[in-house]
């Protein structure tokens, strides 16, 4: 199986920036996608932004030039930089990976979600 584990989430003034970064373990055969979903109250769950393995990277609108996703193939690892934090990107922040285990089939893996909060 495969585990993730996010963390970097937390409370910050408009305009700040915060880094978040989940690790992915586990028994770990290939690994596709690495991405970050969020989901406001109320809301449903929206990608964020997302890498391929290949190196192609997307975004959503509300956050192009404000954050940058990366990779870090050897660890397993992914990082979400957030600039210029607006109230509306408050979120729990779940980290999401599409992979193969060794010995299951290959699906989609959630982390457990670490909360943004933008607030004055």
């Known amino acids: 199986q495969v585990q993730l584990v996010e963390s970097g989430g937390g409370l910050v003034q408009p305009g700040g920036s915060l880094r978040l970064s989940c690790a992915a373990s586990?028994?770990?055969?290939?690994?596709?996608?690495m991405g970050w979903y969020r989901q406001a109250p109320g809301k449903q769950r929206e990608l964020v932004a997302g890498?391929?393995?290949?190196?192609?990277?997307n975004y959503a609108d509300s956050v192009k030039g404000r954050f940058t996703i990366s990779r870090d193939w050897a660890k397993n690892m992914v990082f979400l930089q957030m600039n210029s934090l607006k109230p509306e990107d408050t979120a729990v922040y779940y980290c999401?990976?599409?992979?193969?285990?060794?010995?299951?089939?290959?699906?989609?893996?959630w982390g457990q979600g670490t909360q943004v909060t933008v607030s004055s």
């Open positions: 890498a391929l393995s290949g190196g192609v990277t």
């Open positions: 586990g028994s770990i055969s290939s690994i596709y996608y």
């Open positions: 999401n990976v599409d992979a193969k285990p060794l010995f299951n089939n290959r699906g989609s893996y």
